[in-house]
């Protein structure tokens, strides 16, 4: 099994920028693509940015497009989500995940690392 750890969160002030990794260990030839979600209090956890693991194929949401930017390193099974323009609605929990196919559940979460923007 793929075993995920986040890293990078902490507390910015609205504007500033922040770049979380999601490192992946063990079995990460089997994975298809790693997502990063977001769950901030009170609220559902909500999709953010994906990758596919292979050709590096991308797809955002609509409320981070144009200021997120996944990427990932093949060779340092790591996976990276740059955060620039950071704003108060931003702040939240930020967890990454991986699946084996596309069509598939997201079987494998990191613990997370919270992102705080202050305004």
């Known amino acids: 099994q793929v075993q995920l750890v986040e890293s990078g969160g902490g507390l910015v002030q609205a504007g500033a920028s922040l770049r979380l990794s999601c490192a992946a260990s063990?079995?990460?030839?089997?994975?298809?693509?790693m997502g990063w979600f977001r769950q901030a209090p009170g609220k559902e956890r909500e999709f953010v940015a994906r990758?596919?693991?292979?050709?590096?194929?991308?797809l955002y949401a609509d409320s981070v497009k144009g200021r997120f930017t996944i990427s990932r390193d093949n060779a340092k099974n790591t996976g990276y989500l740059q955060m620039n323009s950071l704003k108060s609605e931003d702040t939240a929990v930020y967890y990454c995940?991986?699946?084996?196919?596309?069509?598939?559940?997201?079987?494998?979460w990191g613990q997370g690392t919270q992102v705080t923007v202050s305004s």
């Open positions: 995940a991986t699946r084996t196919n596309s069509y598939g559940e997201y079987n494998t």
């Open positions: 990758i596919t693991w292979s050709m590096g194929r991308t």
């Open positions: 063990g079995r990460t030839f089997s994975f298809y693509e």
